[in-house]
């Protein structure tokens, strides 16, 4: 059985940090380039963060880079995403995807986060 399952998601205070977890199970885990989305409460799902199969490359997407960072554990089929100096801008649902080549991508129930005062 394919599946994602986030965790990790929770309430801050600005400038406060939050690591999600994304563990996959039913595939073979270094086959899948790894995604981070977020969609935030009236706005469209954005690309947050991305990680090749090997690990060795990353990129992120603006609004976040720098702050967020993404890490693979193939040892325990995981991926986290770290994120560093929360605004409430990053207040929304973070979605973990996993994609390989020429398959329809995986996708996790997501997992809310919210950043407030």
């Known amino acids: 059985q394919v599946q994602l399952v986030e965790s990790g998601g929770g309430s801050v205070q600005p400038g406060g940090s939050l690591t999600l977890s994304c563990v996959a199970s039913g595939i073979v885990f270094t086959d899948y380039d790894m995604y981070w989305y977020r969609q935030a409460p009236g706005k469209q799902r954005e690309l947050v963060s991305i990680?090749?199969?090997?690990?060795?490359?990353?990129n992120h997407a603006d609004s976040v880079r720098g702050q967020f960072a993404i890490i693979r554990d193939n040892a325990k089929n995981t991926v986290y995403l770290r994120m560093n100096n929360l605004r409430p801008d990053d207040t929304g649902v973070y979605y973990c995807?996993?994609?390989?080549?020429?398959?329809?991508?995986?996708w996790g129930q997501g997992t809310q986060v919210t950043v407030s005062s």
């Open positions: 990680i090749s199969s090997s690990g060795y490359n990353t």
């Open positions: 995807n996993a994609k390989k080549t020429l398959e329809t991508p995986i």
